[in-house]
């Protein structure tokens, strides 16, 4: 009888399910996401006036195809840094925003119009917005978070460095150096961006190479004077030649919302072989030569007059107070000598507005003093085969000689070159 009575109950709740009547869509509240990253331009116009004007976008929000989606909300808050280093970027904002936007799903972008005031502190937060029920029209229904940012209000142009300078680091990066924009001291700038083209390859495109920071402290710069970056390069694949190539470099300034002067400034340069790695001790009245030797770029000591070994491009000898180079087999010296006395000369440190000409390369001999303040003296060479070279005689000290003069205790001066071997053209940069 039992039996009977469980198979009547089950057939009964099945029925009674058959029976419902669906008479609408199941409803599944989607939530609403916050945008993307926000951006945001200060206002320049084109003729280089500044504006009061303050444009803010956004990256869509992921969910922006929703039905319930209804747009984005933006709050402008005058604000301040937070003092801990392990604050995220974000400041603390004053209060109440003092103004506020919908901006519909359509867009993600709004504009704020003549409320900003120059180098003030700002915090932007971007909602994304619902559609409120239809009960309470007039509700605000937001994400569950925001997209933030915090700047610097400063719409004044950047100006471009006016002057540039450059010299090789190796065969294949260049020392780049700039004397600092006018516009450091403003709030707004950022620092510069560095390009670079091949000008021999019409098909090239301007690469961006990096985007340093401005440097506010003068005495950090190169002399005191100089901000200072080193740009890697590619190399020249062509066969039988060297791995230098020259390139065009371009440094514009950078406003912090990534607005570039209009102007920029430009030189041609290119690496150059850096010989020895470290400083060589050559002895006094015996030969010098710079190029290959035994497959590789090198400079290296050689017997003044010995045919069966490279003939020496020049000889270092001693004339009284006097350091004095003299060219040898073809080689000739621009007429000029380079000298520190206040820092620790270097190869890095020394640099051009542009290349020596033929013509500069007039003299067979150059002398220095001996002693004296300086750390280093470089002078300039052209030799035979137009290779040219750049020849820096240190003054360093070690636990055998003091900085006091360039001949040392065992008869030697310390000698290291940036040497520009063979190339189709020639190239004039070292």
């Known amino acids: 009888m039992k039996k009977y009575l469980f198979l009547i109950l089950a057939l ?36 280089g006036t500044p504006t009061f004007d303050l444009r803010i976008s956004w990256n869509p929000s992921t969910v922006d195809t929703q039905q319930n989606f209804k ?43 003549g409320r900003m005031v120059q180098e003030q502190r700002y915090t932007v937060r971007v909602w994304g917005e619902r559609y409120p029920d239809p009960a309470k029209k007039d509700s605000l229904v937001l994400s569950q978070t925001s997209s933030n940012l915090s700047f610097y209000f400063d719409s004044r142009p950047v ?30 700038m950022a620092g510069y961006v560095i390009r670079y083209i091949d000008p021999n390859n019409t098909s090239a495109h301007v690469i961006y190479y990096s985007r340093p920071q401005k440097d506010t402290s003068v005495s950090q710069g190169i002399r005191g004077k100089y901000d200072h970056a080193i740009v890697a390069v590619p190399g020249n694949t062509s ?32 690496g150059a072989e850096r010989i020895p790695p470290a400083p060589l001790p050559v002895r006094l009245d015996t030969g010098v ?16 007059n010995d045919i069966s070994q490279a003939l020496p491009q020049f000889v270092v000898s001693q004339s009284g107070t006097n350091v004095i180079v003299t060219a040898k087999n073809g080689t000739s010296f621009v007429n000029h000598v380079d000298s520190d006395t206040s820092l620790t ?11 020596f000409t033929d013509a500069d390369f007039s003299t067979n001999q150059v002398l220095f003093a001996n002693t004296g303040n300086d750390k280093g003296a470089i002078i300039y060479a052209k030799l035979s085969n137009n290779n040219r070279a750049r020849i820096w005689f240190s003054k360093a000290s070690d636990s055998t000689h003091s900085n006091n003069s360039y001949i040392r205790t065992d008869n030697t001066i310390e000698v290291q070159a940036s040497f520009q071997p063979q190339e189709s053209p020639q190239l004039p940069f070292f």
């Open 239 to 270: 066969l039988n030649q060297g791995i230098e190539k020259e390139y065009i470099f371009w440094i514009k300034a950078i406003r912090q919302d990534s607005t570039e002067s209009t102007d920029s400034i430009g030189i041609h340069w290119s």
């Open 345 to 355: 000369y270097s190869l890095d440190q020394n640099f051009f507005a542009a290349p």
């Open 159 to 188: 100006m471009q460095p006016t002057e540039i300078y450059a010299s090789s680091a190796s065969s294949s990066s260049v020392n780049l150096l700039w004397l600092p924009s006018i516009s450091t001291p403003n709030k707004g």
């Open 12 to 47: 009964g709740l099945i029925a009674g399910c058959l029976s419902d009547t669906i008479t609408a869509p199941q409803i599944v509240s989607r939530p609403i996401l916050a945008p993307g990253q926000a951006f945001y331009k200060c206002i320049t116009l084109i003729d």
């Open 71 to 113: 747009g984005y909300f933006v709050e402008l808050f005058r604000s301040a840094p937070y003092s801990s280093a392990s604050s995220d970027g974000i400041d603390s904002v004053y209060g109440l925003p003092d103004t506020t936007v919908h901006v519909p799903k359509s867009d993600t972008m709004c504009t704020f119009y």
């Open 289 to 304: 030569f710079m190029g290959q030797v035994n497959f590789v770029f090198n400079l290296v000591q050689v017997v003044p």
